[in-house]
């Protein structure tokens, strides 16, 4: 009897082991579930407001379609300031007329070019007040006086991608600045780099980019 006893008693301990184990570790792990559902969805979902373009105006149609370079609708004008995007009136040198048979055409045919009104674009990218920033200085002429980059590899580097289809926009329901919006830090990975300022005029002082 004593026997049996003594043999049966490691394997009692082995289990209770065991399950004290899990004990700590359950509760740690639904603990980090929880943690990652609130930090990676429901905290960014409550902070960001999503809205989609007043217009489903297309970057592929006129760019590979209409064959239209990004200069015709986006340029750096000889006085140096930036174009932006183009007025209704601008658009309508073609779209007069209905060009296809799109909804989103029609959308902006009807809504806009026959009023005569203008779109409110959701801009990507808006800087703060405080920040000093012109296309002029980061103009595809001036970085490849070092580089070759094309057109579309320069937008790339500091916009988000509207190529085929607009994005999605996300504004901040805090600050209200777009989700998409330069931070300092990616100014600063070329600004503070002293190779990359080598030879031109810009240097990474305050006041060069906060006015
Ligand atoms: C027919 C006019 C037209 C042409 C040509 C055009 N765009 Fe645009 N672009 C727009 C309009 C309208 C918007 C605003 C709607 C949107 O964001 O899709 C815009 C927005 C953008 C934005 C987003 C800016 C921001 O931060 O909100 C980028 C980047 C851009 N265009 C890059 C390009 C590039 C690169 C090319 C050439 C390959 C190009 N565009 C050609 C009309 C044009
Ligand atoms: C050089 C002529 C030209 C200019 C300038 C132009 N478009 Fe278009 N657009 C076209 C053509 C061509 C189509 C394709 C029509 C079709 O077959 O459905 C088109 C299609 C569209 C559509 C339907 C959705 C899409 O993109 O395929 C929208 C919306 C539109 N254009 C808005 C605009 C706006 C806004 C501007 C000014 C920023 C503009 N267009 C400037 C030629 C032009
Ligand atoms: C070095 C970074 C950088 C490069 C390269 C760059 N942009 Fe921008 N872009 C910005 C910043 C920053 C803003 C916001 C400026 C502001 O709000 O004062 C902006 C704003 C814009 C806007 C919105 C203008 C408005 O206020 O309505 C358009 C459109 C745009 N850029 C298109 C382009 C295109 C097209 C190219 C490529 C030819 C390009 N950008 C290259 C940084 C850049
Ligand atoms: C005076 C010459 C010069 C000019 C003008 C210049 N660059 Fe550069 N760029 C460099 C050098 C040198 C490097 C390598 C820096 C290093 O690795 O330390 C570099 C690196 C880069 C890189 C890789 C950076 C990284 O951190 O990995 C990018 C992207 C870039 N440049 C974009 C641009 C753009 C966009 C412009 C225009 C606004 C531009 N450059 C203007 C000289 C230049
Ligand atoms: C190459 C351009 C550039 C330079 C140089 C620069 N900043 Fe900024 N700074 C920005 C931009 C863009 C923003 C807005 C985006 C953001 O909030 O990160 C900003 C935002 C800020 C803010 C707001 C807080 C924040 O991070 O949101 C402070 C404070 C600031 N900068 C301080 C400085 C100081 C101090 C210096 C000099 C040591 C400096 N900056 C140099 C581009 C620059
Ligand atoms: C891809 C690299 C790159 C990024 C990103 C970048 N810059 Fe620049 N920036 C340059 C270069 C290179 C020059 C100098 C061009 C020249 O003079 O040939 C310059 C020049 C400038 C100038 C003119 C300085 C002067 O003294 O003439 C300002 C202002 C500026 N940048 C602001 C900004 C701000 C604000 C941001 C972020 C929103 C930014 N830059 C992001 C590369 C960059």
Request: hydrophobic content about 35%.
């Amino acid at each position: 009897m004593e026997d049996r006893q003594e043999s049966t008693a490691p394997q009692k301990e082995v289990c209770s082991r065991f399950k004290c184990r899990l004990c700590g570790v359950a509760p740690f792990f639904v603990g980090i579930v929880v943690a990652l559902v609130f930090g990676w969805w429901l905290f960014p979902t409550l902070m960001f407001n999503s809205q989609e373009q007043p217009v489903q105006f297309t970057h592929d149609t006129h760019v590979n379609v209409a064959g239209l370079d990004c200069n015709y609708c986006h340029k750096i004008r000889p006085d140096g300031t930036f174009s932006a995007i183009p007025t209704t009136k601008e658009c309508a040198v073609c779209h007069q007329v209905l060009l296809g048979e799109s909804r989103a055409e029609r959308v902006f045919w009807d809504e806009y070019v026959r009023p005569g009104k203008e779109v409110a674009w959701l801009i990507y990218q808006k800087q703060p007040d405080n920040v000093f920033f012109s296309h002029a200085p980061h103009s595809l002429e001036n970085c490849n006086n070092c580089h070759e980059f094309s057109k579309t590899e320069l937008c790339l580097f500091c916009h988000v991608n509207v190529k085929d289809k607009a994005p999605t926009y996300h504004e901040n329901r805090l600050s209200g600045y777009s989700k998409d919006t330069m931070k300092m830090w990616q100014c600063e990975r070329c600004h503070a780099n002293p190779n990359h300022l080598a030879g031109t005029a810009a240097n990474n002082a305050c006041f060069v980019c906060h006015k």
